[in-house]
Each structure stands twice: as structure tokens, then as C-alpha cells.
């Protein structure tokens, strides 16, 4: 288990992170970067997202939002199991939000995190036995880190290949992001509902009790 004086050291580094405006790779962040994480030496589920939305800025609390009501719902559990930082952990691939593209939607994480911050992390949370990768942005680099994926593939084909995962240590669970925008793809891929959120909902139940 990690030690609390090491990851708290780690988490107060990246609380005061600033790379993306001052050493930013490419843009520099338009606004004050707000790095949401939430993990500790105790959690054995991990919630790898992609980057906060504006109204997790404002909050501080990841999934705050109409996704994070679908995402608790797939998980079977309730607000409070949810931001139970002892139980469940949030780290997304970018900690801060990343800004608006010219049509409105949101950027991708900052390359700056995975870069400098998600490989010291994970090195401090051995504990964990079970990661949700929400969207190809985590699935992209969990996967990678355990060594089951060696080049990029469609959202939709590593869901669909979720029993691949089952035996990796840490288990990974791919999930598509909750936003209401993957509603469509939601309904023309049922299998989603009938098989993989039963085995979602036990694990979840095993690891949060």
C-alpha cells in the first residue's frame, strides 16, 4: 500500500500544478488551471476519465454533472458511496479543464499531465484492483501501461472487447464517456446494458462494501 506521506506529498505538487500555462506543450491554457484528482492509499476502484467539464471546475467534484448521474447509475452506487475518496478514486488523463474548441465542445486533455504527472501517480496506488476507463483517452493509456494494447483503437471496438480485460492486474472495465451525447450509441449497441453493466455493478458492489 502506498505510504500517505508519499501520495499526499504528490497530490499537493499537483494542486499547484501550473505546466500547462507556463511549460504548456503547444497553447497555453486560457484560464486558471483547477487540477481535479481525488485518490487514496485505500481506494481499490479508480475512475480514469477524461478531463473535467467546466462545471466540475467550478465544483471541484469529478462528474459533477448530468454524466456523472449516468455514470453513478451504470455503476449502481449513490452520491455518497461515489465521492467516497476511500473507496472510489478520480484521475483523469488531464486534471484541469481544457478549454472550448472553436465549435464549442470540449478540447482534449492536456497533453502536460500524462506527460509529467500519471506515471508517478499510478506508481503510488498499487492498491488498486480495478480501473474504469471512461472514453479512448484512458483507454489509450491504461491499457498501454499494462501492456494490452499496443496501438490506438476505435472507443467502440475496446468496449465491445471488454472480456479481453477481465484477467489484467489491474482489471480494466472500458466504458464509453456518459455524456447524453453517446444516447445513440447506447441504443444501437444494447449489449452494453444486458452483459457488461451486471459484471460493472458486481465489481463495483466488491470493491466499495
Known sequence: MASDQTLDALLAEIGQCRICTLAPRGRPLAHEPRPVVRVSATARLLVASQAPGIRVHASGLPFDDRSGDRLRDWMGVDADTFYDTSRIAFAPMGFCFPGYDAQGADLPPRRECRAHWHDRLFALLPQIETVLTVGSYAQDYHL??????????????????????????????????????????????????????????????????
Not at 455524456?179 to 459484471?199: C, H, Y
Open 144 to 209: 498501454a501501461r499494462l501492456g494490452l494494447q499496443t496501438r490506438k483503437l476505435p472507443m467502440s471496438e475496446v468496449v465491445g472487447g471488454w472480456r479481453d480485460y477481465a484477467q489484467a492486474r489491474p482489471r480494466v472495465i472500458p466504458l464509453p464517456h456518459p455524456s447524453w451525447r453517446n444516447t445513440g450509441w447506447l441504443k444501437k449497441n444494447p449489449w452494453f446494458e444486458a452483459d457488461l453493466l451486471p459484471v460493472l455493478r458486481a465489481e463495483v458492489a466488491r470493491l466499495t462494501r
